[in-house]
């Protein structure tokens, strides 16, 4: 080992150990460098040549290289802006303008060399005006691009696409033919603008103009505490969207369609498991049965309803979260869920049958000392030999069955009470049970697909108002809810009472910290009840909205309730499994969702604890 601190006396001693060293240049510098073609030039197996921009169309309305970066051609792009003097330039344009105001009055020119000159005389008056009314000042601007691959013909190809990409925003290129030595130099961060190329692509732009050459516009999304989604299709950055950043987005809402095996269902597990690192609390609606393994692999809770499970739910609970701190009216509150619930089974009713229901439904809780007072919801008990007032459990609360004998003791009702029968006797009576779940957990998956296609909705219904009153419990909590086939609640198989239940979680959850997922793969019933009047509502209250591969006949449904462009309902249609376009905001972003194989593992249930 060299000790550095013995000096080297001599000038050849210093050259000799220098001579032997090796230095960071040395660790950045290539194998080799072919220059032997006028065409391009070969660095260590990889093919470069630069375009070079030596024109622009006069006026710009857009971004100039917004198109070229949001490809994924393999490019790199100089920009080189150099600053003259304002003084100077002033001076020389009253100069130029004064001759050709001269030029102008001598009438033995041709035609066209009057135009030329009119045109030029105009130009020099514009700039000059904005330089000294504007403050403006001008500016030399400089364009290099320089496209490399490792295979010639794959070169070609993306010099040919970036040349037509180029034109079709008025740009004109010119290859770099025996100068793609000085024109990659000038394009590696040495900040060296080589002058055997600047000569040729040097042209003056107002400081006003300067904005069209602004570089950092990729259509990416990257919010600082987001979570990772997935890759830009276009130019593979990054997404990551921090859905509950309520100073960017409205609300922390998201809709995802998509048909079967469009990726959808895989998409939102990704966004449970993400969210679940977080710590925030999420309640998810399954009837599918599609979210068991994951629950179990991220020691969720799974309640199930339906024939052969042991666990209950009751309609009927009013719990302490169903109305908020403060607030009163918990009767009021759990008989407008309950007026949506019945009409699930008894199908749209008219006002007086309403009433009539509503009555009953009143009559049932007073039969249980309880009323619109909300103290009698309180009960005292003895603890320890201390009185003590809490609020009623599931056990002091009516069920199915009493409001089935109090339906049976008038005429009027006679019919509902029919209709209840299967609740009560028959192959639902699972649905007349006092309460026996606890939820302390922070991810809970309702299953409620024993149920079965006919009676699913019933199940759903439940376990939203359940999820509902636990999401209002604390407005400091983070939490989310997704309620997949969403239809189900909101399309022509619904009623506007449940409908409406569903847009109000929509459109007031943001308060309370939390985020609402719609998810569906029938966009035809989500917009079917009501004109589509809820399928839109939720739709305008979701700030993210994902589209996976739809059909034709959904994407045109869609655009009656989005603002997609032609050119994006033509890739929504096109894009593959995995593949979506989203709306994030304002922004509207081809992504290509991707996971770990780890992730994918315990999304699949095949993690085996490794």
Same mark, same amino acid.
């Given at each position: 080992?060299?000790?550095?601190?013995?000096?080297?006396?001599?000038?050849?001693?210093?050259?000799?150990?220098?001579?032997?060293?090796?230095?960071?240049?040395?660790?950045?510098?290539?194998?080799?460098?072919?220059?032997?073609?006028?065409?391009?030039?070969?660095?260590?197996?990889?093919?470069?040549?630069?375009?070079?921009?030596?024109?622009?169309?006069?006026?710009?309305?857009?971004?100039?290289?917004?198109?070229?970066?949001?490809?994924?051609?393999?490019?790199?792009?100089?920009?080189?802006?150099?600053?003259?003097?304002?003084?100077?330039?002033?001076?020389?344009?009253?100069?130029?303008?004064?001759?050709? #105001?001269?030029?102008?009055?001598?009438?033995?020119?041709?035609?066209?060399?009057?135009?030329?000159?009119?045109?030029?005389?105009?130009?020099?008056?514009?700039?000059?005006?904005?330089?000294?009314?504007?403050?403006?000042?001008?500016?030399?601007?400089?364009?290099?691009?320089?496209?490399?691959?490792?295979?010639?013909?794959?070169?070609?190809?993306?010099?040919?696409?970036?040349?037509?990409?180029?034109?079709?925003?008025?740009?004109?290129?010119?290859?770099?033919?025996?100068?793609?030595?000085?024109?990659?130099?000038?394009?590696?961060?040495?900040?060296? /603008?080589?002058?055997?190329?600047?000569?040729?692509?040097?042209?003056?732009?107002?400081?006003?103009? *300067?904005?069209?050459?602004?570089?950092?516009?990729?259509?990416?999304?990257?919010?600082?505490?987001?979570?990772?989604?997935?890759?830009?299709?276009? @130019?593979?950055?990054?997404?990551?969207?921090?859905?509950?950043?309520?100073?960017?987005?409205?609300?922390?809402?998201?809709?995802?369609?998509?048909?079967?095996?469009?990726?959808?269902?895989?998409?939102?597990?990704? *966004?449970?498991?993400?969210?679940?690192?977080?710590?925030?609390?999420?309640?998810?609606?399954?009837?599918?049965?599609?979210?068991?393994?994951?629950?179990?692999? *991220?020691?969720?809770?799974?309640?199930?309803?339906?024939?052969?499970? /042991?666990?209950?739910?009751?309609?009927?609970?009013?719990?302490?979260?169903?109305?908020?701190?403060?607030?009163?009216?918990?009767?009021?509150?759990?008989?407008?869920?309950?007026?949506?619930?019945?009409?699930?089974?008894?199908?749209?009713?008219?006002?007086?049958?309403?009433?009539?229901?509503?009555?009953?439904?009143?009559?049932?809780?007073?039969?249980?000392?309880?009323?619109?007072?909300?103290?009698?919801?309180?009960?005292?008990?003895?603890?320890?030999?201390?009185?003590?007032?809490?609020?009623?459990?599931?056990?002091?609360?009516?069920?199915?069955?009493?409001?089935?004998?109090?339906?049976?003791?008038?005429?009027?009702?006679?019919?509902?009470?029919?209709?209840?029968?299967?609740?009560?006797?028959?192959?639902?009576?699972?649905?007349?049970?006092?309460?026996?779940?606890?939820?302390?957990?922070?991810?809970?998956?309702?299953?409620?697909?024993?149920?079965?296609?006919?009676?699913?909705?019933?199940?759903?219904?439940?376990?939203?108002?359940?999820?509902?009153?636990?999401?209002?419990?604390?407005?400091?909590?983070?939490?989310?809810?997704?309620?997949?086939?969403?239809?189900?609640?909101?399309?022509?198989?619904?009623?506007?009472?449940?409908?409406?239940?569903?847009?109000?979680?929509?459109?007031?959850?943001?308060?309370?910290?939390?985020?609402?997922?719609?998810?569906?793969?029938?966009?035809?019933?989500?917009?079917?009840?009501?004109?589509?009047?809820?399928?839109?509502?939720?739709?305008?209250?979701?700030?993210?909205?994902?589209?996976?591969?739809?059909?034709?006949?959904?994407?045109?449904?869609?655009?009656?309730?989005?603002?997609?462009?032609?050119?994006?309902?033509?890739?929504?249609?096109?894009?593959?499994?995995?593949?979506?376009?989203?709306?994030?905001?304002?922004?509207?972003?081809?992504?290509?969702?991707?996971?770990?194989?780890?992730?994918?593992?315990?999304?699949? #249930?095949? @993690?085996?604890?490794?």
């Amino acid at each position: 080992m060299l000790n550095t601190k013995n000096k080297i006396n001599t000038k050849k001693e210093n050259i000799e150990f220098y001579e032997g060293a090796f230095t960071d240049i040395d660790y950045i510098s290539p194998s080799y460098i072919n220059l032997n073609n006028p065409k391009y030039i070969e660095i260590d197996n990889t093919y470069y040549s630069t375009l070079l921009i030596v024109n622009y169309y006069k006026e710009q309305t857009d971004l100039l290289l917004k198109a070229l970066i949001d490809t994924n051609i393999n490019m790199n792009i100089s920009i080189f802006y150099e600053k003259k003097d304002s003084y100077k330039i002033i001076r020389d344009l009253t100069y130029h303008i004064g001759n050709i #105001g001269v030029d102008l009055q001598i009438t033995n020119q041709n035609r066209q060399d009057i135009d030329i000159a009119a045109f030029t005389y105009n130009d020099a008056k514009y700039i000059r005006r904005e330089m000294q009314v504007n403050n403006e000042e001008l500016y030399f601007l400089y364009i290099y691009l320089n496209i490399y691959s490792n295979d010639l013909k794959e070169l070609e190809y993306l010099l040919n696409k970036v040349e037509g990409i180029a034109q079709s925003k008025g740009m004109q290129t010119r290859r770099a033919y025996f100068r793609q030595e000085q024109a990659y130099l000038s394009c590696i961060p040495t900040m060296d /603008n080589n002058a055997d190329v600047k000569e040729v692509t040097k042209r003056n732009v107002l400081t006003s103009g *300067l904005i069209a050459t602004y570089p950092f516009i990729s259509s990416s999304i990257f919010d600082e505490n987001g979570i990772f989604i997935g890759t830009n299709i276009y @130019n593979n950055s990054l997404v990551f969207i921090d859905r509950y950043n309520t100073e960017k987005y409205k609300n922390a809402n998201i809709c995802i369609f998509g048909t079967s095996g469009a990726g959808k269902s895989y998409y939102t597990k990704l *966004l449970i498991l993400r969210n679940r690192l977080l710590g925030i609390e999420q309640y998810i609606v399954d009837p599918d049965r599609e979210y068991t393994n994951l629950c179990e692999e *991220l020691g969720g809770t799974l309640l199930q309803i339906g024939p052969t499970s /042991n666990t209950f739910l009751n309609i009927f609970d009013i719990r302490k979260e169903s109305v908020e701190e403060n607030d009163s009216g918990y009767l009021a509150t759990k008989i407008g869920e309950l007026i949506g619930f019945f009409n699930l089974i008894f199908g749209e009713l008219d006002e007086e049958e309403k009433a009539i229901l509503e009555e009953k439904i009143i009559e049932c809780y007073k039969e249980k000392n309880i009323t619109f007072d909300d103290n009698s919801l309180y009960k005292e008990i003895i603890e320890n030999n201390i009185p003590k007032v809490i609020f009623k459990t599931s056990e002091d609360m009516p069920i199915l069955e009493d409001l089935y004998n109090i339906l049976d003791k008038d005429i009027r009702t006679k019919k509902l009470k029919i209709k209840l029968i299967p609740f009560i006797k028959g192959s639902l009576k699972f649905f007349n049970n006092k309460t026996n779940i606890k939820i302390d957990n922070k991810l809970i998956v309702a299953d409620v697909y024993e149920l079965g296609e006919e009676n699913l909705k019933y199940g759903m219904y439940i376990f939203t108002i359940l999820f509902w009153d636990k999401i209002k419990l604390n407005r400091n909590e983070k939490k989310a809810i997704y309620l997949d086939e969403i239809w189900r609640l909101i399309g022509v198989t619904s009623n506007k009472y449940v409908a409406s239940f569903i847009y109000k979680i929509f459109k007031t959850i943001r308060k309370y910290g939390g985020s609402a997922v719609a998810i569906t793969q029938d966009i035809s019933d989500l917009f079917s009840l009501e004109n589509g009047t809820y399928g839109k509502s939720i739709l305008n209250n979701s700030s993210i909205k994902t589209f996976f591969s739809l059909e034709e006949e959904n994407i045109k449904i869609l655009s009656e309730y989005t603002n997609l462009s032609e050119k994006e309902k033509i890739e929504i249609k096109s894009l593959k499994r995995g593949e979506s376009l989203m709306f994030v905001g304002d922004d509207h972003i081809l992504t290509k969702i991707e996971s770990d194989e780890f992730e994918r593992k315990i999304i699949s #249930g095949n @993690n085996n604890g490794n």
